[in-house]
Structure formats: C-alpha cells, structure tokens
C-alpha cells in the first residue's frame, strides 16, 4: 500500500481510514512491507515472481511452491491494457509474462487475481490462457469504467469502490468455507449495478475451491446479513473512478468554495481532452472529428465512415470516433478486440507524460486512443506531441 491516505492532511479523522459509511477503521495494526516510494510495478512483479535482487534489501516476496494457493488482490487507477502504481504502470504484457514466470518455477497450485481498476478487463482478456491454473475476477469489463461509492459527508471522500465494497461485504455475510468463488462471483455480478463484473483464466477453478482456499477462514469476522445488492446509500453517488475528483469538488467545500474548485477541475479536463485529441489527431488523420452524443457506432458520422473506408473494425472505429467518456459495451468478451502494440503505447504515453505532465486519474482513460496505435504505421516522435 502506498500509504498516503491515513495522515494526509485532507483526511480529517488523522490515522485512520474507513471503507464503508459508519464503518469501522480498517488501517490501525495493518502490516505494511512496502510503501511509499517502494510501491512499484517492477518491485511488484519482484515480489509476486519471488526475485529478491529485484526488491529493497531485506523487503519479503512471495517464497510459495507447487501445494500453495496464493491470493492476489490489485485496486488503482486504469485503462487499456494497463493498471497504475503511484508512479507509472504496469501493463497487462508484463503481467501475463509475470503470471506465466510464476507457472512455470511453479509457484502456486492455484492462484486468484482479484483486480479492481477502470477496464480491468483488457488486463486479462487474450492474455490469460485458460491451463495454468489461475482464475481472474474484474470489477468491469475491458472497455468501462469502474466506479467508486460509499460518499461519506463527513469525510468528504469516497470510501470505496463499488465492486471491491460488493466482495467485501459479501465475504463478511458468508461462511468462507462453505461459499466457493463462483459463488462470490455470482453474488457480486448481482449486487454491483454499476459496471459489469468479468471472469478470466481457469474458470473451473472458481466452483472447485472456496473462498477460504484464498482469504483464509477469517475466524473472528462478525458476519452481516447476506446482501443481495449494494445499498441505496452505498450507490446513491456512486461515480466513474475517473469523476472522483470533480465530485468531491461538489460535495466538499461551501458553496462558493465548491463553485470555484468545481470549474478549476472542469478547466483541467477540457485541457486533459482537448490535448488527447490533438495528440490522436496527429497521430491517426481520420479521427479528426469524433461523432456527436448518441451516433456513436451508428456508422452515421463523418468520422465513423472514414475510420470504417479505412478498412478499419467496427470495434477499434467505435473506440476512436465515440465521445470520451462513453466508450462501447463490449461485454467482459468482445468479439472483436484490436491487438495492442505493448511496445508502441509504452512509448506513445512515455513521450506524452515528457512534453504534456503525467496522466491524472481523468484523463488516464484517454490512453484508449494510443493503445490502436501501430507504429509501424504511425511512428512515435517528439513532434506528435
């Protein structure tokens, strides 16, 4: 855990954090190995693949063997075909050669993967094969947000998001040794409204083993009632992961405080979206003009057409020529997913967070367009940005 939610200074109970409204503290006597500056992809894959010269001296990895079931489980900022750390990213190529590492020192009997980010779905889907014994579940499906709930006024925070808040509660509701993980997985699909919940990997696995296989018995939890969705006040401001910040703006501060912090946020995303389609612009001609609010796919725009005469699928056109923000339902399968040049968009968002700053949790969502660039077609370079 990164570590820098319990003594920030916008946190107004100091030394304590909170995951669900009128909930208890869930950070005091929680073992922390890496934080901070050590939280990173490459000290994560270190760990996860068990290679200590790749960690701090004297930092744990993962020591497991063949009889072992290891339980992984991720929560940040995403996009296509990557998931952040507090600075970079991981991407779902050196996941899937981390993963497949892992099989073959034979490091597990099983292993689990919950993952909870916008798109977590692209981490998996194409690059999980279904024989190596691990079994994937994600908050949404390749192409969608996920979404944070739980406002707390008096914290004025989001207090969790609505799919790792649904596995939570629904752990707590049920014995662990008895509920399996297709079990979960169907409870869960069932409570979250907000984004789809999506399977990967060996799916056998989740009927074969129980919760407890992964988490643990967790004797002492005091069980709640079983929830067969998430709770009116659990949802009821439930946004995209990515408008977090905007609707924070709203809730937080006094009125004419808001006004102010609510325009600020707006200025940087018309910036963050104005520079993203100036940057595909440059780099891909035909989506010079995304389609209007309800064409989109329809094939009716100007933009469509053109990306479409270009012999391009309707999958990538609609993912180019939509309005940010509403990408295309895929379904945790599409069935036509474009494949992505891992060492072209590891290059095309390095130049960009060079000339333009880093990403911010918004505008991370407008790496979508970068992830259909080739670049043997369209070569990366300074002068795009």
């Known amino acids: 855990m990164y570590d820098d939610l319990a003594y920030n200074v916008q946190n107004n109970k100091p030394g304590k954090i909170y995951n669900d409204v ?13 934080i901070g500056a050590d939280v990173t992809a490459e000290h994560f ?18 020591k497991s063997g063949p009889k072992d079931h290891v339980f992984i489980y991720f929560t940040d900022h995403g996009s296509v075909g990557l998931i952040a750390f507090p600075n970079g990213y991981l991407y779902a190529d050196q996941l899937a050669d981390a993963l497949d590492k892992m099989h073959n020192k034979k490091q597990y009997g099983a292993l689990t ?3 909870e980010a916008c798109e977590s779905g692209s981490m998996f889907y194409k690059h999980l094969p279904e024989d190596v014994e691990i079994y994937s579940h994600t908050a949404s499906n390749p192409t969608e947000p996920s979404y944070a709930c739980s406002h707390d006024p008096q914290l004025k925070a989001y207090l969790s998001d609505c799919w790792s808040l ?10 662990p040794t008895e509920e399996t993980l297709q079990q979960q997985f169907e409870n869960v699909r069932g409570a979250v409204s907000t ?9 056998s696995l989740a009927s074969k083993f129980t919760v407890a296989d992964f988490m643990g018995q ?14 009116l006040a659990d949802l009821q401001h439930a946004v995209p992961s990515w408008d977090v910040d905007l609707a924070v703006a709203r809730f937080a501060h006094p ?9 600020y946020e707006l200025e940087q995303r018309r910036a963050a979206d104005y520079r993203a389609a100036a940057i595909t612009r440059a780099l891909l001609p ?33 993912a180019l020529c939509c309005p940010y923000g509403d990408p295309p339902h895929s379904g945790c399968e599409p069935e036509v997913t474009p494949a992505v040049d891992f060492g072209c968009y590891r290059e095309l968002i390095t130049e960009h967070e060079l000339h333009c700053g880093p990403f911010t949790s918004y505008s991370l969502k407008n790496t979508r367009d970068l992830a259909l660039v080739r670049c043997t077609r369209a070569k990366c370079n300074r002068a795009s940005f």
């Open 22 to 34: 009128n909930g208890t503290d869930v950070y005091t006597g929680v073992p922390k190995d890496y």
């Open 45 to 62: 894959l270190a760990v996860i693949t068990g290679n200590s010269s790749g960690v701090p001296q004297g930092k744990k990895i993962l």
């Open 113 to 115: 993967f919950y993952l």
């Open 166 to 175: 649904a596995w939570m509660k629904d752990t707590e509701a049920h014995d």
């Open 195 to 203: 984004s789809e919940s999506c399977q990967y990997g060996d799916r």
């Open 218 to 231: 967790l004797s002492g939890l005091r069980r709640q009632p079983v929830p067969t969705s998430l709770t």
């Open 255 to 263: 009125q004419h405080t808001a006004q102010y912090d609510v325009e």
């Open 286 to 318: 035909f989506t010079a003009a995304r389609c209007p609010a309800g064409t989109c796919g329809a094939g009716s725009c100007a933009c469509f057409r053109s990306c479409a005469a270009r012999g391009a699928t309707a999958f990538v056109c609609a």
